[in-house]
């Protein structure tokens, strides 16, 4: 019999994922040898405090460093797989793999989104392999149908739901009328939200994971600073109920669009913030923690991708698939298709953006305010759609939803109607997204 040399693993972090591919690698070692042709094997674990307790781990203590640099270097490392987050030491690290030729798994979003050029440079320099399914949407098989099955086609537009901590929020706001802050302790409370909600509810996890999916759909470079971003912590129930009077349900969006800019060239605009969507888009039953992405493509079409956007084990799901995608890629002496950013597409000014918009505002209770304020819509070349007066007195407001317009011309207008004495307040401004 002919013994095939396994393909060893340097995993990299042991927390929520890394655990889990520890348990799945064990769980599942004959069908992944039968899958790749030969064995995996970690060759060792890095973590940062060797004495923590990790509970019953299927694998030999002595596996265990705190010395990620060294364990990235030894002769005996095929594949690296790095599930540490943040930027350093974990580029480092990674360069120094890829660099090599040793393949790499990553699902370090907030390093992809930042530098992934550092990554992907090393790669071709070292003629390895770079995955990252597991940085976007978790377990959804979202990256590869992007990075290949779709590579015949033009993508025009990539809307999606990826971050499950603010789908959460939002979806309890929208079923029982809550404020913000009272969602966010129900999400605490359930696990759904860290300690420390920033990076979510600031929409700074959606960011990077937007950039990582504008990269790939327009073969260009887009960095985390490209992205336009607003988190959820303004949205108010009032607003959650305004967008039900509509038809409509409040998600936190991730939109990359490929179009032409003011002077007409071709360009990307890529933004993350909380948008109206009409309770008829596939994305608008997309609740609790669930991620979703919508793609729309010249000859595809519209396609949905649905499912757990984060978690140890769905996760893992996602690491385990790229390792077997490298070990076999080693194994027949391929490589993966290498970064694709041919295109070279500029990112439009978020000025440029061009959507609907419902905006509420607190009025006086006086002949003419309609005129006036629709005058200042006309003025910046706004067009009106529909407009609901209601209340009387003190109590007067009037609901505007308008048809597509650049942001630029919809600041202006919200900025001189704020002028205006007949404007008591404007109560939210929002965005509407996905037809109807
Ligand atoms: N959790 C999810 O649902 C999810 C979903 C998608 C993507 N991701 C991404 O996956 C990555 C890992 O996330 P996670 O939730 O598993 O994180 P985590 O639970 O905090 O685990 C991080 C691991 O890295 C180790 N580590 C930290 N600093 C280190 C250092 N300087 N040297 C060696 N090891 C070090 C930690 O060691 P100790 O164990 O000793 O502390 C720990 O084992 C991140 O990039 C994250 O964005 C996570």
């Not at 084990?313 to 950013?341: C, F, K, M, Q, Y």
């Not at 978020?350 to 006309?378: C, K, N, P, Q, W």
Request: net charge negative.
């Amino acid at each position: 019999m002919i013994m095939v040399k396994p393909v060893r693993l340097a995993l990299l972090g042991c927390g929520t994922v890394g655990a889990e591919v520890v348990r799945l690698l064990h769980e599942q070692a004959a069908d992944l040898t039968a899958r790749v042709g030969a064995p995996i094997e970690i060759a060792g674990i890095a973590v940062r405090r060797m004495g923590r307790d990790r509970g019953p781990l299927p694998v030999d203590p002595a596996l265990f460093t705190t010395d990620a640099l060294g364990l990235v270097k030894r002769d005996d490392v095929d594949v690296v797989v790095e599930v540490v987050g943040g930027i350093e030491p974990a580029r480092t690290w990674l360069v120094e793999a890829l660099r090599s030729g040793k393949s790499a798994v990553t699902a370090n979003k907030a390093l992809l989104a930042e530098d992934g050029g550092a990554l992907h440079d090393a790669a071709a320099e070292g003629r390895a392999d770079l995955y990252y399914e597991a940085s976007v949407a978790g377990a959804i098989p979202l990256l590869r149908p992007l990075r290949e099955s779709l590579h015949g086609d033009r993508i025009t537009r990539v809307t999606g739901i990826v971050n499950g901590t603010t789908n959460f929020i939002l979806s309890a706001m929208d079923a029982t009328g809550a404020g913000f802050t009272e969602a966010l302790e129900e999400a605490t409370e359930l696990g759904y939200a860290e300690a420390d909600p920033t990076a979510d509810v600031e929409g700074f996890d959606a960011a990077a994971k937007a950039a990582i999916l504008a990269s790939l759909a327009f073969h260009s470079r887009v960095t985390a600073a490209d992205v336009h971003r607003e988190g959820i912590t303004e949205v108010t129930a009032a607003d959650v109920a305004s967008a039900k009077a509509m038809g409509c349900t409040i998600k936190l969006l991730c939109i990359a669009s490929r179009g032409p800019d003011s002077t007409g060239a071709d360009s990307v605009s890529v933004r993350v913030h909380p948008a109206m969507i009409p309770r008829t888009h596939p994305l608008a039953s997309v609740g609790d923690a669930f991620n979703a992405v919508f793609v729309e493509a010249e000859a595809a079409g519209q396609l949905m991708f649905y499912g757990r956007g984060a978690g140890g084990s769905p996760t893992a799901s996602a690491v385990l698939g790229d390792i077997v995608a490298v070990a076999r890629n080693r194994l027949s002496g391929v490589r993966a298709p290498s970064e694709s950013v041919y295109a070279d597409l500029p990112v439009r000014p978020m000025g440029e953006a061009v959507t609907r918009y419902h905006i509420s505002l607190d009025v006086a209770d006086r002949a003419g305010v309609l005129a006036t304020v629709a005058g200042v819509f006309a003025k910046h070349d706004v067009s009106i759609a529909t407009v609901r007066q209601s209340g009387r007195a003190d109590d007067a407001s009037l609901v505007v939803v308008t048809h597509g317009a650049p942001e630029a011309a919809l600041a202006a207008t919200v900025e001189q109607l704020r002028g205006l004495d007949i404007v008591r307040s404007i109560a939210s401004v929002l965005r509407v997204e996905g037809g109807a």
